[in-house]
């Protein structure tokens, strides 16, 4: 499955993607994101997740120029915790080194350190590479 979102002036904002093979969904976030827009990928992955099984979660924020400051309590006190109630176990949250991006995954890995796996890389084929290489099962 991949499906882009598309916003009022015709740009992509996000596109999730489904890797079956290792169980898990790749979202990749572009430009400024609103609360609304985040809201929305995440509600569309939580309906489509009803038939779908997930463990492994890779938020990509590589292209991202907004720092998620009102939707960051959403997206880690509502949505992930729906998620892992369906089975999520790794949280993968890529950002460049200086970057909007490293400024979620800080916030990000604050809250949820306690609660499942979480890694960050400075870039996707690293970041990939895990995913693909780690033993991902619906037990671990």
């Known amino acids: 499955m991949e ?17 079956p093979k290792h169980y898990a969904v790749v979202v990749e976030w572009y430009g400024y994101t609103t609360r ?4 929305l990928v ?3 992955i939580q309906e489509w997740g009803k038939g779908h099984t997930f463990t492994v979660f890779v938020n990509d ?8 400051e009102d ?11 729906r998620m892992k109630g369906r089975g999520l ?3 993968i949250h890529i950002a460049k080194s200086g970057s909007f991006g490293e400024q979620i995954g800080e916030q990000l890995y604050q809250i949820l350190k306690e ?3 979480f890694y960050s890389y400075k870039n996707r084929a690293d970041a990939m590479y895990f995913v693909e290489s ?3 099962s619906l037990n671990n």
Not at 36 to 39: D, S
Not at 71 to 81: A, K, L, N, P
């Open 71 to 81: 939707s960051i309590e959403w997206f880690s006190r509502i949505w992930v915790q």
């Open 42 to 44: 995440g509600n569309f």
């Open 36 to 39: 609304a827009q985040v809201e």
């Open 61 to 68: 924020c590589t292209n991202i120029i907004s720092v998620w």
């Open 89 to 91: 176990k790794k949280f």
């Open 134 to 136: 780690s033993k991902t």
């Open 115 to 117: 609660q499942m796996q």
């Open 3 to 19: 499906k882009e979102f598309i916003n009022e002036f015709g740009k992509i904002y996000s596109k999730v993607i489904y890797l």
